[in-house]
């Protein structure tokens, strides 16, 4: 049985949507587009959703709405996709690397205060929710959240929400990840995301001000879109162009497709904590390998990945388990290789291993296992008594590092 990493539900009104766009003659940005944004800013609680062809577009923007440019310098943590870090070098700006917690492969209070004693005039921070879970935002006095942290040092804060979507924070108050008034967040609907548009992404934001800037620089500065020349009664063709802008605006086929995806994203999360909920049960005990850590309330996850860790003294190293995966047909990934590890962000000469435990403890031994709403019983049955059977082998020595 082959079992992939990861595989796309289009069990929906996906079809009949993008049928409906086709046949109306109006396949860019417009009506399509404005209904996907109002439903999900609706479904996180936030003022403005501003749909865009990626995450990464939605970060660009971002930085620049939050005013990032050359001699601006950003906290990026060192456990992320190389797209968190890449938007502020688009900008001009300095990327700073921070460590990650080792159980959660999050960015702490603890990670992002150590940076922040190293490093002096950080502007902006951007946690990411890693995995699904929320970084913890806010705190008490004993024991505040990185939004605290950034507020008294007035540091702006974007959200990479890539993977953290339908995603609650820890404390009930803060509702969904997007909805917080101090932060800017950006979501990804890219194929293997907890919802998908094929290629695609939302910002999401309660300040007017961001929201207006985002509006106009994802499509070329300009001050009116298509489908707003198109439909009112003055002149069609003027428009004005405020500044040199972005081409990142969503086509109306790709938002039907989001749309659908949105009437089932609650039913997609279910699905996935159900099949984390067999994996912590069927996996517990498995020598060599820990289990993620959950919080108190599983559901506040999305559960876009399930990592778990190869021990340090697991007879065999996470290489070596994905090759004996791979062979019994199973599909895994790796997140992430740390940004400090590759040569774009390792270029300054203090970027080293050893400024980034938490990180490197991680990276040793991570390995996402497949986990999507369509896995069948079989299939899990099949991942599992894999991992256990190869987590059962002899010892072997790796070749790759
Ligand atoms: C943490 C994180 N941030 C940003 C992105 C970029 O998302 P997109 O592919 O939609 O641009 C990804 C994509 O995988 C990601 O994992």
Redesign the pocket.
């Known amino acids: 049985m082959k079992v992939p990493f990861a595989r796309p539900s289009c069990t929906g009104n996906e079809l009949a949507y993008v049928r409906e766009v086709i046949e109306s003659g109006w396949l860019t940005t417009g009506p399509k587009v404005a209904e996907f944004e109002t439903r999900f800013a609706a479904s996180v609680g936030a003022a403005h959703a501003l749909a865009v062809n990626?995450?990464?577009?939605a970060?660009h923007l971002a930085c620049e709405a939050a005013g990032v440019g050359p001699g601006s310098r950003v906290v990026v943590p060192t456990l992320?996709?190389t797209?968190?870090a890449e938007v502020v070098r688009y900008l001009g700006g300095e990327v700073i690397l921070a460590d990650v917690d080792p159980g959660t492969g999050l960015l702490t209070n603890e990670t992002l205060g150590q940076t922040l004693e190293r490093e002096r005039d950080i502007d902006v921070v951007i946690p990411?929710h890693?995995a699904g879970r929320a970084a913890r935002m806010r705190g008490d006095t004993d024991d505040p959240g990185l939004l605290d942290l950034c507020d008294s040092r007035g540091l702006r804060v974007i959200e990479?929400a890539?993977?953290a979507f339908p995603t609650s924070y820890e404390c009930q108050a803060e509702g969904r990840v997007g909805n917080l008034d101090e932060t800017i967040s950006c979501f990804?609907?890219?194929a293997n995301k907890t919802m998908t548009t094929g290629?695609?992404?939302m910002l999401v934001t309660n300040d007017s001000k961001v929201a207006e800037r985002v509006r106009r620089m994802r499509l070329h500065g300009i001050d009116r879109d298509a489908w707003n020349r198109f439909t009112t009664d003055s002149a069609t063709w003027e428009y004005d162009v405020i500044a040199a802008g972005y081409k990142y605006n969503m086509p109306d086929i790709a938002a039907a497709i989001g749309l659908a995806q949105l009437e089932q994203a609650e039913e997609f999360r279910s699905r996935r904590q159900a099949i984390v909920e067999q994996y912590l049960d069927r996996l517990s005990g498995t020598p060599g390998i820990r289990l993620p850590e959950v919080s108190d309330s599983i559901d506040d996850h999305s559960w876009h990945l399930f990592v778990v860790m190869i021990e340090d003294d697991s007879p065999r190293d996470r290489n070596a388990f994905i090759e004996d995966l791979a062979e019994r047909g199973v599909g895994t990934s790796v997140h992430y290789k740390p940004l400090h590890r590759m040569s774009c962000w390792s270029a300054p000469k203090d970027v080293t291993a050893d400024r980034y435990p938490g990180a490197e403890c991680w990276w040793r031994g991570c390995l996402s296992l497949p986990l999507f709403p369509s896995m069948s019983q079989a299939e899990l049955d099949h991942v599992c008594d894999s991992v256990i059977s190869v987590a059962a082998q002899r010892p072997v020595v790796s070749t790759t590092s």
């Open positions: 990626s995450c990464t577009a970060l992320t996709f797209a968190t990411v890693f990479d890539a993977h990804s609907f890219y290629e695609g992404g």
